[in-house]
């Protein structure tokens, strides 16, 4: 696969530009508490369902883990890990609630922070209400191992925030040629911000191994070419019709399906997240960036 025919015409023959200086963002918690964004070039590539996997996966390994909603006037990562919350960020955001009173109980160790639906207000936060937000966080994440934020797919203000906000992120693609061309474009817009952490990728609904393989070196070519950016492996979860099935049962897939090929992988990068310390040079994970499934 030719690393140019995953780049927009508009940056082929050309390097991009040098990065504006990074502003300035409160961490999403207190130091010692991992902090990790999940993000997407776009949507349909299955991000929610990899972060609510994830977070049950590190939660039975003993994190104590919080999962926060970042689409917050799209809310679903309720409906995916089958609880219900009467109060939401909403409520938060207009002064009515605590962000410790909406929290929702999950299973093993899970911590839910749910979003609102159908919200638009709350799609654009200003500077005041985003650094209250980081705030009331860092307090609630006093007693957690690592945060997981589920940000709004695409490149929306609100999720280039989180993302440089967070010690760690992730990009979830998939190997069609739309949906890593988007992750491309999310990383060359992060890049251009200011981002200092360095993105890894997850493929996710992968064929095989290989196919995965193949799609996280052709991104890690370009943005090596184009924005002169590392980015690390995460590795692929299978392409696995029991997902399917574990989401309209309304149950992660690690819990409803336990031994099937996603369940396996997700706790395979579970205890690959857990295990490696971030490098403190770089933000990424140490570690060989080899693929796993």
């Known amino acids: 696969m030719s690393d140019l025919k995953l780049v927009p015409p508009a940056v082929r023959g050309r390097t991009a530009a040098r990065p504006k200086p990074r502003e300035h963002f409160a961490r999403l918690a207190r130091p010692g508490v991992r902090t990790l964004a999940v993000a997407s070039g776009k949507g349909g590539v299955g991000k929610s369902t990899v972060v609510v996997n994830l977070a049950v996966a590190l939660g039975e390994l003993g994190a104590r883990v919080i999962l926060f909603d970042g689409d917050l006037a799209q809310a679903n990562l309720d409906l995916l890990l089958g609880v219900s919350s009467r109060w939401d960020l909403g409520h938060v955001l207009r002064g009515e609630k605590t ?6 109980e999950g299973p093993a160790n899970v911590r839910l922070v749910p979003a609102a639906s ?20 860092s307090r609630l994440a006093e007693d957690a191992d690592i945060v997981l934020i589920d940000t709004a797919s695409g490149t929306s203000r609100l999720t280039s925030q989180f993302a440089r906000a967070a010690t760690e992120l992730v990009i979830v693609t998939t190997p069609e040629p739309t949906s890593y061309s988007d992750a491309y474009g999310l990383v060359k817009v992060l890049a251009g911000q200011g981002l200092d952490v360095t993105p890894c990728v997850l493929v996710n609904r992968a064929a095989s191994i290989e196919e995965a393989e193949e799609v996280a070196h052709d991104l890690a070519s370009l943005t090596r070419r184009f924005l002169s950016l590392n980015v690390q492996s995460l590795g692929a979860i299978p392409d696995d019709p029991q997902v399917g099935q574990a989401i309209r049962r309304r149950e992660p897939v690690v819990l409803a399906h336990p031994k099937s090929p996603s369940a396996i992988a997700f706790r395979t990068l579970a205890r690959r997240l857990w295990a490696r310390p971030i490098d403190p040079t ?12």
């Not at 962000?99 to 929702?104: F, G, K, N, Y």
């Not at 936060?125 to 985003?130: G, K, V, Y």
């Not at 770089?282 to 499934?293: I, N, P």
């Open 118 to 137: 159908g919200d638009r207000d709350l799609a654009d936060l200003d500077d005041f209400r985003r650094e209250g937000l980081y705030r009331e966080l």
């Open 282 to 293: 770089s933000g990424a994970l140490e570690g060989d960036g080899r693929m796993t499934a």
């Open 99 to 104: 962000l410790e009173q909406i929290v929702v």
